[in-house]
DNA sequence: CACAGAGTGTGACAACAGTCACAGTAACAC
DNA sequence: GTGTTACTGTGACTGTTGTCACACTCTGTG
């Protein structure tokens, strides 16, 4: 098993970017026009405080942003781009918890940085992404100043907190079939109608092995909600069966 | 099996008050030295803020502090007792996620108040408890005004995540047998050595049957771990399999 | 073209957890 | 005491998921 995962490990990346290809800034900087358009509800001076201390991070398809172990120094906003985070266990098995998107914050880097303490779980790019990393004592600072910074965080925390319970609910309520169909249309949400991943990969992210996700990929096939290719299914509708 | 789940659910707590027996205040109100005590980390000003403004409720055997569904106003702040926190599904199947202890926010409830929405989450009182209720216009002035409490309002998000993590981890990575050997330390950790429940009611936190936990619980005395009795297991040494 | 490597399909089997039926036992009310 | 009820134990069975073995297909390379 674990050998298996290993291969796929160096391979898992691969097909991925295939259909995500749009381009962005390679300089590590941002300017406050843009950033405005990532947050539109950061006022003038607070996007002014952010640029003037804080540092870009391109990271390329599979980098890490955080991974577990790693001590945290900065909160993480995501600029463009998409990253996966993972929970992984102590023998090396990993299962997604959630996506973030541009204008999202990593939580655990929040808390993290905030307490100067490890990070718990995985962070890593889909594709091509830019991350902003703002140092922890200025993060402090932009609680008690600005409101929507506060708001901001809190929002955060609540976001992802809830996206976590979904995912607990999918794991501890629903069979594999029904988080196979979570899983799917959570990736469409994000990526798209192409889901350009092996059976392996979902296998992987789902914490399950790659025969049983066939087998009901296939079932799910037969009810013509998707559609199997090599190394893509098409979706058509996944709301069928609700 | 709901059948079940329903007769189980009006004879849930009635064992559990026999070994925790602390008596405390009935009237509701509390004083600053009080206070002072389980939370010692709050300064004068901030207790008696606190205190100027907030209600203490108190919470018999068995009491909602929130449900699933509810509109949240105030952060909740446990005094003493103990609650039980659960997640919900819609077909009312529930487990536990975790305890909170006196001195403990309710992440749940900060969330939910700041943002004027609704509970996802459900707590119980396992024995008599008494809350804090702070009211959220209160709770976010606190914020701006009182270091102490900023810092305590991101520690309970925290802890609560990572608290979260955990069963989470359990759920997707272990087997029940390990489930439920995490259930019971968790169990002890807060409630001594003497679980008093019944097997049906730990089926229940666990989302599982009766049946698979009865031959689960078996196995773990045959290691010398527990003894079994009626409606109460004897805890000897839970990490002998570690 | 042949070949290698990755991806997919499939049948057989094992392990685990949930379900059912039923028996036995402790606690309690009468 | 009897009877009732909840709790526990147990064997048989089922369904889902994980594992193994192996065949087949697609794609890219030399």
């Not at 006022?43 to 942003?65: F, N, R, Y």
């Not at 140092?135 to 910074?149: A, D, R």
Request: hydrophobic share 40%; with cysteine; proline share 2%.
């Amino acid at each position: 098993m674990q050998g298996v995962k290993t291969q796929h490990w160096f391979c898992f990346f691969k097909h991925v970017s295939l259909s995500t290809t749009f381009y962005h800034t390679m300089n590590n900087t941002i300017d406050q026009e843009e950033l405005h358009k990532i947050f539109p509800q950061f006022e003038e001076p607070l996007l002014k405080e952010i640029l003037s201390q804080s540092t870009v991070k391109h990271l390329d398809e599979g980098d890490e942003a955080m991974r577990s172990g790693q001590y945290i120094k900065s909160t993480i906003l995501l600029l463009n781009g998409l990253l996966k985070v993972y929970r992984e266990d102590d023998e090396g098995n990993e299962f997604l918890m959630y996506y973030l998107e541009p204008g999202n914050a990593c939580a655990m880097s929040m808390m993290c940085s905030a307490r100067n303490e490890k990070s718990q779980i995985l962070a890593k790019a889909v594709n091509s992404a830019e991350v902003l990393l703002i140092p922890t004592h200025l993060s402090e600072e932009l609680l008690k100043k600005y409101n929507t910074w506060h708001n901001f965080v809190i929002a955060s925390y609540r976001a992802r907190f809830e996206e976590l319970l979904q995912t607990l609910d999918s794991i501890a309520f629903k069979g594999l079939d029904e988080r196979l169909l979570f899983y799917l249309k959570r990736h469409v949400k994000v990526s798209g109608k192409e889901i350009r991943l092996s059976h392996q990969q979902i296998a992987y992210e789902l914490n399950s092995s790659r025969e049983v996700i066939s087998r009901l990929l296939k079932k799910l096939e037969q009810t013509g909600a998707i559609r199997l290719h090599r190394n893509y299914i098409e979706v058509h509708n996944l709301n069928i069966l609700d």
